[in-house]
């Protein structure tokens, strides 16, 4: 059992950065893939980022912008976010997967409680 709480949400303008933690209890932390994904109101929740101990993964839409990051003797990962847009505005959620990592949120097995994030214009 993987227990993940996200934090570092919060509101900031057009432009500024954020950067995102997600504690993961657990001694196997450094197995699992590690996924970001949020989720706006009334939208579907879609993928951000991913790492696993070699690689990392982006969307599109984030990719230049955002970087994700672990530190496995914290059992912590990271989302480094910079130049943010108001469509970037949701509630960001952190995920383990045990078989690899994917960009489906169904595939996922843990998930933290969610911290918002909001852009303003």
């Known amino acids: 059992q993987v227990q993940l709480v996200e934090s570092g949400g919060g509101l900031v303008q057009t432009g500024g950065s954020l950067r995102l933690s997600c504690a993961a209890s657990?001694?196997?932390?450094?197995?699992?893939?590690m996924g970001w994904f949020r989720q706006a109101p009334g939208k579907e929740r879609e993928f951000v980022a991913a790492?696993?101990?070699?690689?990392?993964y982006y969307a599109d839409s984030v990719k230049g912008r955002f970087t994700i990051s672990r530190d496995n003797p914290k059992n912590t990962v990271y989302l480094q976010m910079n130049s943010l847009k108001p469509e970037d505005t949701a509630v960001y959620y952190c995920?383990?997967?045990?078989?690899?990592?994917?960009?489906?949120?169904?595939?996922?097995?843990?998930w933290g409680q969610g911290t918002q994030v909001t852009v303003s214009s």
């Open positions: 995920a383990a997967r045990k078989s690899g990592w994917s960009q489906r949120a169904l595939d996922y097995d843990y």
């Open positions: 657990g001694r196997t932390f450094n197995t699992y893939a």
């Open positions: 790492t696993t101990t070699a690689y990392t």
